[in-house]
């Protein structure tokens, strides 16, 4: 009896484990995201990859948001790229400044965040680069962590972001845009259990105050 026992417990907790796994691939896109969370129209959300170039390898967080806005794709850039409201819909930045370049597709932007403890505060140096992938309705800018000691030297105490990601913005409708954010940043050593609620409770408040400032005031 005891033994059937142990028996019918072991393969009930194999069959809760796998129907489990099975929920959670289902979760999963075709690129491996899960949703972790949720608010109207914006959804976030994650996957675990390596990170690119580390040795030994490391597995770092990618966060995907998908979310739209009533504008168009031109004024969802022109935000971007606006150093004077940034703060406007990402509170967190105490620090920013944008370096136009030469070439009108690319630039540099220097961030410095505030970051809530127990994280340190962080800055990052990154350089864009815009694509138009078809004129007038679907814009794809990218982004990198890129080195330069001139406008950004390392500051005592300040964690330097590795970060990669892009923007993708479409025009789907008049003055309907659908934007797909994506960012992998490298890993600093605190546990997911501290990261995970500021990382996510940010990106929602980052996006909702981004599309805030994209819709349509009404008229008083």
């Not at 600093?188 to 005031?217: C, H, W």
């Amino acid at each position: 009896m005891h033994n059937s026992f142990t028996v019918g417990f072991f393969l009930a907790a194999c069959f809760a484990l796998s129907f489990n796994l099975a929920a959670q691939d289902k979760d999963k896109d075709k690129e491996g995201f899960t949703v972790v969370k949720k608010d109207g129209t914006i959804t976030i959300y994650e996957r675990w990859i390596t990170y690119p170039g580390s040795e030994p390898p490391i597995k770092a967080r990618e966060v995907k948001g998908e979310f739209f806005f009533h504008n168009t794709i031109f004024a969802g850039l022109h935000l971007i790229q606006d150093e004077k409201k940034i703060k406007d819909w990402q509170s967190h930045v105490s620090e920013f400044k944008v370096y136009p370049q030469p070439d009108t597709a690319t630039w540099l932007e220097y961030s410095y965040h505030d970051i809530p403890w127990p994280v340190s505060d962080q800055d990052h140096f990154l350089e864009y680069k815009l694509t138009e992938l078809i004129p007038g309705r679907k814009l794809f800018v990218t982004f990198n962590s890129k080195p330069n000691e001139t406008l950004a030297p390392k500051r005592d105490g300040v964690t330097r972001m590795q970060l990669s990601g892009s923007w993708t913005l479409e025009q789907i409708g008049p003055n309907h845009v659908k934007v797909i954010y994506r960012i992998l940043s490298k890993p600093i050593g605190i546990p997911k259990f501290l990261t995970d609620p500021i990382i996510r409770s940010n990106i929602m408040t980052t996006i909702e105050e981004y599309v805030a400032l994209l819709e349509p005031q009404p008229k008083k």
